[in-house]
């Protein structure tokens, strides 16, 4: 397991492995000045996860939700696709379903309210 803050001290991020899936847990604040952060932790958890186990990134403890957030949920859900690792999101507060239902977001990515959901689905990876 690995924690780590962003330099502004704005966002924490917990990464462990779940078998053969990568989770990344977030607490705090998801904008621009954390965003650098939240993305070297995704990429190393693509890089982890053994495919096609997912990398389910866990919103539940986030605050606030940039829109620079999305950019970040769309380039992950690319690089996922691309290593055959499904991206699985994790949210059950209006803090972050309201900016992913805005932008559709949430019709293209799996959301689920809980981990053992996210870990449990089954997503095929084109």
């Known amino acids: ?4 803050t962003s330099a502004d001290g704005l966002l924490t991020t917990r990464r462990e492995v ?3 899936a990568v989770v990344v847990h977030v607490a705090g604040e998801v904008d621009f000045s954390s965003l ?3 993305q070297e932790e995704l990429s190393t958890a693509v890089t982890v996860a ?5 990398v389910v990134l866990d919103l539940r403890d986030v605050e606030f939700f940039g829109w620079c957030g999305l950019t970040l949920l769309i380039n992950s859900d690319d690089r996922c ?3 055959h690792t499904p991206l699985r999101v994790v949210a059950a507060s ?3 379903l309201q900016p992913l239902k805005l932008a559709g977001l949430d019709q293209v990515l799996p959301v689920c309210s809980n981990l053992t959901d996210a870990l449990a689905q089954s997503t ?3």
């Open 94 to 96: 209006g803090t972050v």
């Open 1 to 4: 397991m690995s924690r780590s």
């Open 18 to 20: 779940r078998g053969s």
């Open 36 to 38: 650098g952060h939240l």
């Open 50 to 54: 053994t495919p096609p186990a997912p």
């Open 81 to 83: 696709t691309r290593n």
């Open 124 to 126: 095929p990876v084109a």
